[in-house]
């Protein structure tokens, strides 16, 4: 495969956690060292797993796939959007000390699932091809690991801001809510 056609696949496929990056960094506002290493590691990680497992998987269960995994990167979006959403408008009780941080725990695990369903699909495209998978799942693992970082920077640069950290939450809750959207009408199921 070319490594400019590569380059595309894996930007393309980095735009999702490109986009969390930017909320997550926005929540969080000041994100530590750890914070950034945690997002950028394991969104690179899926994004590179993923398309391997899909090349693994192979023409054997693509057709029960297909049907429905942009249902479920859209039911983990929705879910981690609304549960920010809830959190920001206050209606779930919780101090600054008990704020959930995103980059640990379930969250960052369906964060990374969420942003990593579409690799799975090209994983399954270069095993039709009969492509061998380890370059491009590097190449793409890398690229989201990169983009991630840049997102959380900017994110938190957003979030620093007096007139956006308050709304920030809810901003990202919905951007998220969008991205999930944006998956089921890539994917013909909402009608535009």
């Given at each position: 495969m070319a490594l400019v056609k590569l380059l595309g696949i894996a930007v393309a496929l980095a735009m999702?956690?490109?986009?969390?990056?930017?909320?997550?960094?926005?929540?969080?506002?000041?994100?530590?060292?750890r914070q950034f290493f945690r997002l950028s590691w394991h969104f690179?990680?899926?994004?590179?797993?993923?398309?391997?497992?899909?090349?693994t998987v192979g023409l054997t269960v693509r057709r029960q796939i297909e049907d429905y995994d942009h249902w479920i990167a859209f039911a983990l979006l929705a879910l981690v959007g609304c549960n920010m959403i809830r959190q920001a408008l206050g209606l779930e009780k919780e101090t600054a000390a008990e704020k959930?941080?995103?980059?640990?725990?379930?969250?960052?695990?369906?964060?990374?699932?969420?942003?990593s369903i579409d690799a799975l699909a090209i994983g399954l495209s270069l095993s039709l091809l009969q492509i061998s998978i380890w370059t491009p799942a590097i190449v793409i693992g890398v690229v989201a690991g990169l983009f991630t970082l840049m997102g959380m920077t900017i994110g938190s640069r957003i979030?620093?801001?007096?007139r956006f950290s308050h709304c920030g939450e809810i901003v990202g809750g919905v951007v998220l809510l969008l991205i999930g959207f944006h998956i089921l009408w890539e994917h013909g199921v909402l009608p535009l």
């Open positions: 999702d956690a490109f986009a969390v990056a930017i909320v997550v960094g926005t929540s969080l506002r000041s994100v530590s060292f690179g990680l899926f994004q590179a797993l993923m398309p391997v497992l899909g090349w959930r941080d995103p980059t640990r725990g379930l969250s960052l695990i369906v964060l990374s699932l969420a942003t979030g620093k801001l007096s």
